[in-house]
């Protein structure tokens, strides 16, 4: 019987040691949010240098970095849509110096479009803070017969895939905006994908074909310019740059779609250091000189509270799947 007791002891102290563990490692974390930071903190954008995220994740970085007296560093990690520095970034320490700072089109879209992401977007982060949203414009060439909205609306359902629409390719936001049209107001366009936004916008402002949806920042000036008509936007609400533009729920009910900018920390950050990160992020979105620049960038501030953010992402990640299947498009 003592034998017997002396195994069951032995039995049980891998247990025990893993219990003492565990709490020994919650007790470290929660004293490192106490003093958090004490060292530099990177942000990790999953895109290449130079568009929209990559210089909200700077221009935040260095603020951030001003607020926190520490230095804060951006790494972009690109490939495969932002699914490998996404995937790369869910398995560092969480403990709030490692951040994503990316969009809605990987957390949201790539889930559905991809078969293995390599990541899951609510398992593996938190939403820290939405920076803001980028609104798409649809926009055609300034031949296109249609002057308006409710114009361009009668001439697409009387003439089923007679325009074709552009966009950067299968699966992309300007792909799937052209598809929630069509299946919110009953539409039939002919999609024609092209290997970047470059060449597609090339194509729509040379004529060859006639539609797009286009981020409202790279297109605002070929608008202003009149090389682009603007339609409408594909936001909720009109957008300050072109307050005469209908938001295209105004015409479609159900119509909403927008690329948005958010930070994000690893599963496992302590609350503590969640929770400091978001009121200082939302402290720095208040400067008037930090908003100035993100609204020339062509961003619309959101100033959604955590829960608010991880609703959103929610209801993004159900939309945008429906979307995805109803287009079809996969990316292996």
């Given at each position: ?7 069951r ?22 004293q ?29 970085a ?5 607020e ?23 398995s560092a ?14 957390q ?7 078969k ?29 017969p ?14 089923p ?22 299946q ?28 797009a949806?286009?981020s ?6 070929t ?19 072109l ?6 729920i105004?015409q479609?009910?159900g119509?909403?779609?927008e ?6 920390a690893?599963a ?51 939309k945008w ?12």
């Open positions: 019987m003592p034998l017997l007791k002396s195994k002891h032995f039995q049980a102290l891998p247990l025990f040691v893993a219990l003492v563990l565990t709490t020994a490692y919650q007790t470290v974390l929660a490192s949010s106490a003093v958090f930071p004490n060292h530099p903190i990177t942000i990790v954008v999953p895109n290449t240098t130079g568009g929209t995220n990559d210089i909200v994740a700077r221009l935040m260095t603020e951030l970095g001003k926190l007296q520490q230095p804060v560093v951006v790494v972009n990690k690109p490939g495969a849509g932002g699914n490998i520095g996404t995937a790369q970034t869910k320490a969480p403990d709030g110096y490692t951040l994503l700072m990316t969009t809605n089109s990987a949201a879209i790539n889930p559905a479009l991809y293995d992401t390599g990541f899951d977007p609510v398992k593996d982060f938190i939403p820290i803070a939405i920076i803001g949203s980028v609104p798409n414009v649809l926009v055609v060439h300034p031949s296109f249609a002057k308006t909205l409710a114009e361009f609306l009668a001439l697409i359902k009387a003439n895939k007679k325009y074709p629409f552009a966009s950067a390719g299968n699966g992309g936001v300007n792909h799937l905006l052209g598809v929630m049209m069509d919110k107001g009953g539409y039939k366009m002919e999609h024609i994908p092209y290997k970047g936004i470059a060449p597609a916008m090339a194509d729509v402002l040379g004529g060859h074909v006639p539609i949806f286009a409202l920042p790279s297109s605002l000036g608008i202003r310019q009149g090389q682009l008509r603007a339609l409408g936007v594909s936001t909720s609400d009109r957008s300050p740059s307050p005469d533009v209908p938001a295209m105004e479609i009910p119509f909403s779609g690329l948005w900018v958010g930070l994000f690893i496992g950050t302590p609350a503590g250091v969640t929770d400091k990160l978001y009121q200082i992020t939302a402290s720095v979105m208040k400067k008037p000189a930090v908003q100035k620049q993100l609204t020339e960038l062509g961003l619309e501030l959101a100033f959604d509270t955590q829960e608010q953010f991880k609703s959103r992402l929610a209801e993004d990640i159900i799947a429906e979307i995805v299947k109803v287009s079809g498009a996969t990316v292996d």
